[in-house]
Each structure stands twice: as C-alpha cells, then as structure tokens.
C-alpha cells in the first residue's frame, strides 16, 4: 500500500508579541516541515539589526517576500 502525503498549509495570525513565531517553531520541530517562509528572518536576512534595528519599512518588506516566496 503506498502512502499518499498530503499537503498541510498553516498560517499563524495575531498581533505582535502575541507567540506565533514560538508556536510556528515548536511545530516545525515536532512534526518536521520541510518549507518554513518566516518574513522576520527574511527582514533579519536582509538588514541586519546590528546596523539598522528593525523598522516597520523592514517588517513590511519582509512579508512582502515571504508572499512572493509563497506563491
């Protein structure tokens, strides 16, 4: 009998500080999901807090990618 693998999608949504990136973590170790899109490290990627600190024009340009990233 062969196994079919079904495709999961999990979107996390709430305001900030509120823990999705926590919870997004735990469940990406617990059952192992291959793709992970997390616009924070893609505005961490991008600019580097050392030089910049995080701005709303970093945030938004990070989920800007992670859309692109999703499609």
Known sequence: MMHKHRPMFFVFAD???????????????????????DPDAIARKIYSENLFGKSRNQEIYGGKRSNKIGE
């Open 15 to 37: 305001n900030n500080g509120s823990g999705k990136s926590t919870l997004r973590s735990l469940i990406v170790d617990k059952i192992g999901i291959d793709i992970n899109i």
